[in-house]
């Protein structure tokens, strides 16, 4: 099992560039949450989907736009990019049953210039 | 409002100490508490959750629901405990869509 996995690594887009970000969640979870990790501060929840629904979501605008598909696999993605986006972007993924641990992926680090 | 704060960004300790890193939360609600740990390069990790009262790689922590507080802590500390520490909250109970808040971290160097 690999894991979360998390593609790409590495992103560098331009101001009010569209930006897609992609997660595949560890092998038996259906739950899949997005954080955002600005450099020196603590990952901040961006959204969450169970069932291809967004089931929660945190202090983010609506630029921030999400999608899970019946593989439980998700999107992230970010229209109108501004520099502050920029940003190590992690993908968690959870049972919905059970302990609920959340597994993390390595990130994909965003770069808006 | 859930916050999650840790007053240190950077704790340096020998080999040998003993360690403790501070988290204070303020949630109105029962919450669940848990210590990730990031090393090097690697994958932000659980490290042990307030509800299994159990000792992971000499790391200890308890719920203080008087103080607030979930302080991570380890009697002797080693080399290889040095990494970025983050305290976590998230509701207890309820559906599995429970978003987990985040301190700032604490950057932990055990020097030899």
């Known amino acids: 099992d690999a894991g979360v996995t998390q593609s790409p690594t590495h992103l560098i887009k331009t101001r009010g560039q ?8 560890k092998s038996g979870h259906d739950t899949v949450s997005w954080y955002q990790q600005a450099l020196g501060q603590g990952p901040q929840f961006i959204f969450q989907y169970y069932e291809e629904e967004e089931r929660q979501r945190g202090n983010f605008p609506d630029r921030f736009s999400g999608h899970q598909f019946p593989n439980y696999s998700s999107e992230l993605n970010v229209n109108a990019l501004l520099l502050g986006d920029s940003a190590l972007y992690l993908c968690a993924s959870s049972p919905h049953t059970g302990p609920r641990e959340a597994f993390f992926g390595q990130g994909t680090r965003l770069t808006v210039v | 409002a859930q916050r999650v704060t840790q007053p240190e960004k950077l704790l340096s300790v020998f080999k040998g100490a003993p360690v403790e890193l501070k988290c204070n939360y303020s ?3 029962s919450p669940e508490l848990f210590w990730y740990v990031q090393y090097s390069r690697q994958r932000l990790q659980l490290l042990l959750r307030h509800i299994s009262r159990e000792s992971i790689k000499g790391f200890t922590a308890d719920l203080n629901k008087g103080e607030t507080s979930f302080h991570l802590k380890k009697p002797f500390a080693q080399e290889e405990d040095s990494a970025m520490y983050y305290c976590a909250l998230r509701k207890a109970g309820g559906t599995s ?7 700032q971290g604490t950057i932990l160097t055990v020097h030899p």
């Not at chain 1, 569209?18 to 969640?25: A, Y």
């Not at chain 2, 869509?97 to 301190?103: A, D, E, N, R, S």
């Open chain 1, 18 to 25: 569209q930006v897609t970000l992609r997660c595949s969640p």
């Open chain 2, 97 to 103: 869509y429970g978003k987990l808040t985040f301190g």
């Open chain 2, 27 to 29: 949630y109105s609600g």
